[in-house]
């Protein structure tokens, strides 16, 4: 390992750095990371427009593409800048090919009772995972992620919070292992879908 990728895996939460791919695969996600700059400097993330900076919905400090020291400015201090909050729910879509074992979690997910209209809450999703993963029940497999249905960011609270369940409970969710690169890259996809949407904002899984 280098002095590099040592001092990135150090920043992240123990459950998150067991599980951190090696700098430059691109199959991590943008929450693995408390702010743009860590994720800049991991670079194993997806760059959805290809402009060389990664996951610029987080919040600062900030790395710009080749710099190596933080900026303010390279990417908004508040995530939900200019962001936007429809009154319906958005249907989100994910290949049922290429993540069928994400398909899989989530159909059996809904059939136990957890919700399938998901609610975006951004505050807290990094405490919110960390409390249900450090469970005894959920450990880890080399090769493998804990995916969570609902995911920790669509884990909603109160009345206006998760529906259409039996288990709509913030930090609780369904957690099964599946391989960790499908499970990245869903994470991903997820995240640049819903960059856009406010906290606040219904959502729900669509495979095709």
């Keep these: 390992m280098t002095a590099t990728t040592a001092a990135t895996a150090t920043k992240l939460p123990t459950t998150q750095a067991e599980t951190a791919p090696a700098s430059g695969a691109s199959s991590g996600r943008c929450s693995d990371f ?20 990664y996951c610029e919905s987080l919040p600062c400090p900030c790395l710009k593409k080749g710099a190596t020291k933080p900026t303010a400015t390279s990417a908004p201090s508040n995530p939900e800048a200019g962001c936007v909050k429809p009154s319906g729910v958005q249907q989100i879509g994910f290949s049922a090919t290429k993540y069928p074992n994400i398909r899989r979690h989530f159909l059996d997910a809904v059939s136990e009772g957890w919700p399938s ?49 039996v288990n709509p409970v913030g930090w609780l969710a369904s957690v099964k292992l599946v391989p960790r690169s499908e499970n990245r890259s869903h994470g991903s996809v997820m995240g640049i879908k819903l960059r856009r949407f406010c906290s606040g904002t219904r959502f729900s899984y669509r495979f095709y």
């Design 34 to 53: 408390s702010n743009q700059a860590a994720a800049q400097r991991a670079a194993n993330t997806r760059d959805g427009d290809g402009d060389g900076v």
């Design 117 to 165: 209209t998901l609610v975006i809450e951004r505050r807290g999703t990094d405490a919110r995972r960390n409390r249900l993963l450090r469970k005894p029940e959920h450990p880890t497999k080399p090769g493998y992620d804990r995916d969570e249905y609902p995911p920790a960011m669509g884990r909603g609270r109160g009345s206006k919070g998760l529906t259409r369940g």
